[in-house]
């Protein structure tokens, strides 16, 4: 819970820059704030007498692939947070594991059976829900903002591909730390090449927001490792679901976006889809 509510700290860091800033270098800022902590976290887990151990990888070609997935769905999040509610960016977001589940059949080879396969038309209906082209009250008016809709969707689907490439690089024996680092350096590469063109000079007000991007969402990752790493997957999972409370909450004191009684239906319906298939997950599991 703590996690969910300091990723949604970082949304409102990102929300309050206004798109002032070009995304490529929030994006830039996010990684670069973000790679001391965790470096020096990783470090000091490290075995002594080989530190560097934390930065060694067996497949440079896996961190590539999982940096771009991880880039282009941090890109729709921010596009998203600039241009449309946070709870309505979150919302979307949740429709993660509904591809995550639908992209499992043709690259990882699973099976999915009728029941999660419903679940996930399911959650979409609640997209549309949300949705409601031709709606101009609640968050419905995410329907006319149709590119920042798209991108937040296509970022739910990159970063799904994120966690499937993550999966493969588990089997494969890569450590958790360097799948971090790794992404976060390379992250600041990419970002860094991509803000050059649109460089804007930060004020001191929205350097301290950079950083705050970066900080937060480095504390963020650091409580959600260590509560899959202390507790039960399957308990700990759905707390993950706070995180449109918080969003909600800091979208209506902040800027005043109320969502309305479709838009609860919505996310509701989104969320319900993503708990049954979290839940079928689990009955699986405890068969094998």
């Not at 995410?142 to 937040?152: E, S």
């Not at 963020?220 to 997957?233: N, V």
């Not at 838009?263 to 009955?283: K, M, N, P, Q, T």
Request: aromatic share 10%.
């Amino acid at each position: 819970m703590g996690a969910a509510a300091t990723f949604a700290l970082a949304a409102v860091a990102v929300k309050l820059l206004g798109g002032a800033v070009p995304v490529m270098q929030v994006i830039l800022c996010r990684n670069l704030f973000a790679i001391p902590p965790l470096l020096a976290l990783a470090l000091w887990q490290a075995p002594r007498g080989n530190r560097l151990s934390v930065l060694a990888t067996r497949n440079p070609w896996a961190h590539a692939q999982r940096t771009l997935y991880g880039l282009v769905g941090m890109f729709g999040s921010f596009y998203g947070y600039i241009h449309l509610p946070m709870a309505m960016v979150t919302a979307l977001g949740f429709t993660m594991p509904l591809f995550l589940t639908a992209l499992s059949v043709p690259l990882l080879g699973e099976k999915v059976g009728w029941r999660r396969s419903c679940a996930v038309l399911v959650g979409f209906c609640g997209v549309l829900l949300m949705l409601r082209p031709g709606a101009g009250d609640g968050m419905g008016e995410g329907a006319l903002h149709l590119p920042a809709t798209l991108a937040v969707l296509a970022g739910a689907v990159a970063w799904a591909l994120a966690m499937i490439t993550i999966r493969r690089m588990g089997e494969q024996g890569e450590s958790g730390s360097a799948i971090v680092l790794w992404f976060a350096i390379g992250g600041a590469l990419v970002g860094g090449l991509g803000a050059i063109p649109g460089w804007v000079w930060p004020t001191p007000g929205q350097w301290a927001l950079l950083a705050a991007v970066g900080l937060v969402s480095s504390l963020a990752q650091l409580l959600m490792t260590a509560a899959y790493r202390s507790g039960d997957t399957t308990l700990i999972a759905p707390f993950e679901y706070s995180g449109i409370l918080w969003t909600m909450s800091f979208g209506m004191l902040l800027w005043g976006e109320m969502p309305d009684g479709w838009d609860f239906a919505g996310i509701a319906v989104l969320v319900a889809s993503g708990l049954y298939i979290w839940h079928r997950e689990v009955r699986r599991g405890v068969k094998r």
